[in-house]
Nanobody, 121 residues
Framework: QVQLVESGGGLVRPGGSLRLSCAAS????????MAWYRQAPGKQRELVAD???????NVLDSVKGRFTISRDNAKNTVYLQMDSLKPEDTSVYYC???????????????WGQGTQVTVSS
């Protein structure tokens, strides 16, 4: 199996920064896309940013210029650097990875358990 373990969430004041990390472990042959999603209470889960194995990125318009996604393929880890945080960024943030467990397997989506980010004064 594959596990995604997130870290780095917490409480921060408006204008502050946080860095989320998500490490994938287990039976991994190759990881295709990795991403961060978020879900606020009463709202649908939305894609914040994703990154291909080659480093191409896609970022939600409302966080462009403030959030940066990156990954370390050697460590099977994806990061989300969040700067100039706003109260509306408050959500549970989930890590996502599209993983192939071996040459005889297709790709399967895996999710982390979620980490709370709260932006408040």
């Amino acid at each position: 199996q594959v596990q995604l373990v997130e870290s780095g969430g917490g409480l921060v004041r408006p204008g502050g920064s946080l860095r989320l990390s998500c490490a994938a472990s287990g039976s991994i042959f190759i990881i295709n896309n990795m991403a961060w999603y978020r879900q606020a209470p009463g709202k649908q889960r939305e894609l914040v940013a994703d990154i291909t194995s080659g480093g191409n990125t896609n970022v939600l318009d409302s966080v462009k210029g403030r959030f940066t996604i990156s990954r370390d393929n050697a460590k099977n880890t994806v990061y989300l650097q969040m700067d100039s945080l706003k109260p509306e960024d408050t959500s549970v943030y989930y890590c996502y990875a599209n993983v192939r467990r071996g040459i005889y397997y297709g790709y399967t989506a895996y999710w982390g358990q979620g980490t709370q980010v709260t932006v408040s004064s």
